[in-house]
């Protein structure tokens, strides 16, 4: 359940409406989803978060699905079902199919497992592991 009101188009500042637009046309929808809508309530922090997200999620190095998956794995870890689901559904319309989603899932799984294997171990990374200088 939110902690703030989701505001409608019609309750929205003039600043706030400007980043819907924008979320709007990159995204080809009128669809604006819920997380959005409540942040839309401190236009700064929208403009701020919509800026910042379109910047890291835009095609790279790493192209816009691989981009998705590390998103919903790293939603997976922290516990936000908002973003799993919404970054699930990104990574579907961005070409991600059924065998990958199953792939996805059995590495976020096996991450966590080992994840809280070698922490609850205390074992320390090897020393091959650390990055050394490059004079």
Known sequence: MATVTLLTDAELSPEAAEVFAEIRAARGTEYVNDFWRALAHDPATLR???DRLSAV???????????????????????C????????????????????????????????QTNGLVTALGVAPDAAFQV???D
Do not use: F, Q
Not at 85 to 110: F, P, Q, R
């Open 81 to 112: 079902a908002y973003c799993v689901h919404s970054h699930t559904t990104a990574a579907k319309a961005k070409g991600m199919d059924t065998a990958m989603h199953g792939e996805l899932l059995a590495v976020i799984g096996m991450a966590m």
């Open 48 to 50: 701020a978060t919509w």
């Open 57 to 79: 999620m835009a095609p790279g190095a790493l192209d816009p699905l691989v981009k998705e998956m590390v998103y919903l794995a790293v939603s997976t870890a922290n516990g």
């Open 132 to 134: 050394t200088r490059s």
